[in-house]
């Protein structure tokens, strides 16, 4: 389960008129297939997202992509439906970690120390980025971009897009 707070936007809603056929069974088949298709190796889970607290949480029904091969150092991204009557309200979020993107901003920080004149922060931070690799960042980019285009390709067809 995924707690809600956890979420980043990275499209807020998509509005979806005449949407019988949208719901996650289909969208997870029209994904899948979008993805093979645009040769993008993307796995897909069922899951949930947690509202609220403790006493009275509310429980939406998601799917999860992410990369086969990095399914713990790559972003996730989830899509849940809201269906209300003939409307449904698509929302595209993304959540976890980015082992390159956190030791890029340890990069970041040791030369904003060093320029501070705090070498032993610098050094630390320096220490914490070891193993950042641009070609492995460039391939990570590349990949969200290609997942967003399989994401896009499928909404398009059926919803517009109402807030970023």
Known sequence: MIKSSALKKVRLYTFCKDSTDINQQSLHATLERKALENQVPVVIDNEQIKFGGAISPNVVDCLVLYHPE???????????????????????????????????????????????????????????????????????????????????????????????
């Not at 070498?119 to 320096?126: D, F, H, M, N």
């Not at 391939?139 to 290609?146: A, F, G, K, P, R």
């Open 70 to 164: 990095h399914p713990k150092d790559f972003f996730r991204h989830v899509i849940s439906l809201n269906q209300q009557e003939d409307e449904v309200h698509v929302s595209v979020n993304y959540y976890g970690r980015s082992k390159q993107t956190g030791k890029d901003a340890w990069v970041e920080e040791a030369k904003g120390s060093l320029r501070k004149g705090d070498t032993g922060k610098a050094l630390l931070k320096g220490i914490m980025a070891l193993g950042k690799s641009n070609n492995k960042m460039q391939n990570e980019y590349d990949y969200y971009y290609d997942i967003r285009e399989v994401i896009n390709g499928v909404l398009t067809d059926k919803c517009w897009e109402v807030s970023i």
